[in-house]
């Protein structure tokens, strides 16, 4: 099945600074990429998504790019704030198998001001 | 047009003992999930729903079943709880024909002693 790798772990960063966390997944048939944004006590929120027809997405400050042939993606928030600090999540999945998400094990952004 | 709900949002439990929590949502979608959440590893499918009456086991079934009797409810049963579910609990919900994000619940956060 399906299996992805989040890194960092944890990531601190100045004010104004940009963060990148990647991820890698195993299976080649996945084809919907989706960014969690989830902070303490509350639920997890899409904050971008993207399909492997396209290789890169912006809204905003946050990016994320996908690179097929490697098997990884990215998300980059850029011009950081102290509002961005909270554990995001990356996940994988097979719309046409049900849509399970396989999320990685999360990343806790801190943004120092 | 209230989401994604859940029921309880705590409890505390013996081992042993069984319960039930619901998870509601009035988006008419079609696919319903329950995740789990444990510090440091992401969520992992517990059971997912792809239409009213059907269900199918995800990553981490043991120890649990579900229903999906109505399009708007996914129940998830715990029969015989151990400490090893202690966890937080996350219901999601998507519609395969408007877009492929799914919608958490708020979570149930279960302790069993």
């Known amino acids: 099945g399906e299996n992805v790798e989040q890194h960092p772990s944890t990531l601190s960063v100045q004010e104004g600074d940009s963060a990148v966390i990647k991820c890698t997944y195993s299976?080649?048939?996945?084809?919907?990429f989706p960014w969690y944004k989830q902070e303490l006590g509350k639920r997890p929120q899409l904050i971008i998504d993207i399909r492997s027809n396209v290789g890169e997405k912006k809204d905003q400050r946050i990016a994320v790019t996908l690179n097929k042939t490697a098997k990884h993606f990215s998300l980059h928030i850029t011009e950081t704030q102290p509002e961005d600090s909270a554990v995001y999540f990356c996940a994988a999945s097979r719309p046409s198998r049900g849509n399970k998400l396989v999320f990685g094990a999360g990343t806790i952004l801190r943004v120092k001001s | 047009n209230a989401g994604v709900t859940q029921t309880p949002k705590f409890r505390v439990l013996k081992t042993g003992q069984s319960m039930t929590l619901l998870c509601a949502q009035d988006m008419n979608h079609e696919y319903m999930y329950w995740y789990r959440q444990d510090p440091g590893m992401g969520l992992r499918l517990i059971h997912y729903?792809?239409?009213?009456?059907?269900?199918a086991k995800g990553e981490v079934p043991d120890g649990y079943n579900v229903s999906r009797l109505k399009k708007q409810n996914f129940l998830l049963g715990l029969e015989s709880a151990a400490p090893s579910q202690t966890s937080v609990y996350f219901c999601?919900?998507?519609?395969?024909?408007?877009?492929?994000?799914?919608?958490f619940g708020p979570g149930t956060r279960l302790t069993v002693t």
């Open positions: 729903s792809v239409g009213e009456g059907t269900t």
């Open positions: 999601a919900s998507s519609h395969p024909a408007d877009s492929y994000e799914q919608y």
């Open positions: 299976d080649s048939a996945s084809n919907y």
